[in-house]
């Protein structure tokens, strides 16, 4: 049974996909999407999400994952997922595939502040594993150049209040936390997924991203995808979004029947009925 049938009733939000007016689907020129519980399920892609990433990009629409997973870690998708481009790290750094298979890298920040703020997140990093009791850096911690992460639900389960105190240690320390559905992210810099989504818009396609906002949909499922649950008009949470409406100040616009990569690709099948596959 889907978990959305457990989600609460609103008049504006977390409406069925078949309340999504055709006009608006049928004008836009792409799609943004987390990555964790959003195209994955335990950790990997599901089949489905990756042939609806396929659809999209064949019907002309852009295709640019967000996420707080690492450079590291996002690397070997960039050139084997169907996307424009992967911004790992919360919208820090951009991975942007080529024809030889090669991958370039694009950085917010420049590399002398990105030298000085590893060094202070480290610090960080070893006081929160000292002090907090069960926390533990992320598994793909290696990876990171530009945040830190804890783990919370990948591999290690820890409780709402433990996640309460991670969450202020690293504000404490002056950095931005966020929480996704499987870790804690900490960084410095101005950097979150919205920024990111502005700045590779400008980057790849020298557009303002906020002059076309209502051509953008958004696809995710937890915390710290509400800022672009608020920002977009097109947003949409897979159904597991369900488990961190209780957190949400700012919930999606839509809401799929199924969980993770199924209900990715019910978003893209919603976008891809309404156009023509040649347009």
Not at 98 to 117: F, I, L, M
Not at 120 to 137: D, N, S, T, W, Y
Request: glycine share 8%.
């Amino acid at each position: 049974m889907s978990s959305s049938s457990s989600l609460p009733p609103s008049p504006t939000h977390l409406l069925p996909l078949a309340r999504w007016p055709a006009p608006a689907r049928r004008a836009l020129v792409g799609v943004f999407t987390d990555i964790d519980d959003t195209l994955t399920s335990e950790g990997a892609i599901t089949a489905d999400a990756l042939q609806a990433l396929g659809d999209l990009k064949a019907a002309g629409l852009a295709i640019v994952a967000i996420t707080g997973r690492p450079v590291g870690w996002s690397l070997p998708f960039v050139n084997t997922w169907p996307v424009d481009a992967i911004v790992a790290e919360n919208g820090a750094v951009a991975l942007l595939p080529s024809a030889d298979g090669r991958v370039e890298k694009r950085y917010q920040q420049d590399a002398p502040t990105r030298a000085a703020n590893f060094a202070r997140m480290q610090a960080v990093l070893a006081r929160i594993e000292q002090e907090i009791p069960g926390a533990q850096r992320a598994t793909d911690s290696p990876g990171r150049e530009t945040d830190i992460a804890i783990d919370h639900s990948e591999f290690v389960q820890l409780s709402e209040q433990t996640i309460a105190q991670v969450v202020a240690l690293m504000r404490g320390e002056g950095m931005h936390a966020t929480v996704s559905s499987i870790h804690i992210n900490g960084w410095y810099g101005d950097n979150d997924k919205l920024e990111g989504a502005r700045w590779i818009v400008r980057e790849l396609w020298g557009r303002t991203l906020d002059y076309e906002l209502d051509r953008w949909a958004y696809v995710g499922d937890s915390t710290n995808d509400q800022l672009m649950f608020r920002t977009f008009a097109s947003s949409i949470g897979v159904a597991n979004v369900a488990r961190f409406v209780p957190q949400l100040e700012h919930l999606p616009r839509y809401v799929t029947e199924g969980e993770r990569g199924t209900g990715f690709a019910e978003a893209a099948r919603a976008i891809l009925s309404v156009r023509s596959a040649t347009r």
